[in-house]
């Protein structure tokens, strides 16, 4: 089954281990309409369901013009693992996230006494595409549609595009820019990796489509691509 992953980072002093313990003292309660389910904490992977309650409110009329207000109630929840990354940073991983996150993201800043920075990631999609080939041994990645933005055509102007291809659209995109500057905003590809194709999306803002079996193979690549991307400017 294929799975949405948003990626963010949060900035906190607090050990994984004080984090599970905030997370389990805020479940679920219908009087707060939201809160955290089922909080585990396994091998230094924090995992929990953030669970929130909605009531909307309708006016019904009836044939002799009286009208009542009937309540709907609905749940809205998301599975969600926290993780480490480095000394002060954590990868928080929302899989099939709603639109929006900020219930979540206020709750965690809540329970953190307002002592963390929860932010999302940008990533460098070509310097995670040379980490997957150069330390976890990818074979081959093929690019099969790309987006790129910021190429500067002149003094006046740049360019969006997007790029499908049959064979590899970075070697199309290479011979077209010509060493010109330009952003990888997202792709769509496919790895070849111990034997097995892996087909995957990335985005520059941190999400990721893939596989569920794949999961944990890219989490590592991200935490190598996040220690890269600190050494490059050290």
Known sequence: MTVKIKWLTIKTPKSLDDIYLLLTQYPYSESESLGFVGVGNNDGRIEATFTECKKTYSEIEDPFGNITEQELVSYSYFDFCIESLADGLVLLSVYAPPKSLKPLTRKLGEIFDFNAVVSGLKLDIDLFLRVFK???????????????????????????????????????????????????DRVRA????????????????????????????????LKDYMAARINSHV
């Open 134 to 184: 150069d330390q976890h041994n990818a074979t081959s990645i093929q690019i099969e549609k790309l987006k790129m933005s910021g190429l500067v055509l002149n003094n006046s102007s740049k360019a969006n595009i997007e790029i499908t291809s049959s064979s590899d659209a970075s070697k199309e995109i290479s011979n077209f820019t010509e060493g010109k500057h330009y952003t990888l």
């Open 190 to 221: 496919l790895a070849l990796h111990h034997g097995s194709a892996i087909k995957f999306e990335l985005s520059k803002a941190g999400s990721l489509a893939i596989r569920d079996q794949y999961i944990q193979m890219f989490t590592s690549i």
